[in-house]
């Protein structure tokens, strides 16, 4: 009946350290990454809403990339795009940008590793990488 116990015991302390490993808070990388894929998947649905306004149609594309250096000025681009104030989803994902732009410079600037500076992959996401002959 002894090692049964300890069996058990040992099975339960397991469990709740993996309860507690899930419960961990986000660290400053992992708020960025998911924040960034929030924009571009709120971005992707923005564009095939049927009820939006045509000034939409005009918006800089929002497509990220936290590891391309190039991610920080299209965030100020889309921030700073002059048009569709009165579009409350465009004003909202402009939050979200401000947000992740603040974030990425300042709070965890220290956690960020930028692994390119290809400009034309946040224009052309879909598009496979060109070989160079």
């Not at 986000?26 to 571009?40: D, G, H, N, V």
């Not at 989803?89 to 960020?112: F, G, H, N, Q």
Request: glycine fraction near 0%.
């Amino acid at each position: 009946k002894l090692p049964t116990m300890k069996m058990l015991l040992s099975l339960i302390a397991l469990l709740s350290a993996a309860l507690l490993a899930n419960a961990a808070p986000p660290t400053c990388y992992s708020r960025m990454l998911s924040l960034s894929k929030e924009i571009t998947e709120s971005f992707k649905e923005l564009q095939t809403s049927k009820a939006v306004d045509s000034c939409v149609e005009m918006l800089p594309r929002l497509y990220l990339d936290i590891h391309n250096y190039c991610v920080l000025a299209k965030l100020r681009d889309f921030v700073a795009y002059p048009r569709c104030e009165r579009v409350l989803e465009v004003s909202e994902l402009k939050e979200k940008a401000r947000s992740l732009y603040t974030i990425m410079i300042s709070y965890c600037r220290r956690d960020l590793v930028f692994l390119t500076d290809d400009c034309s992959a946040l224009e052309n996401p879909n598009l496979p990488p060109t070989e160079s002959s």
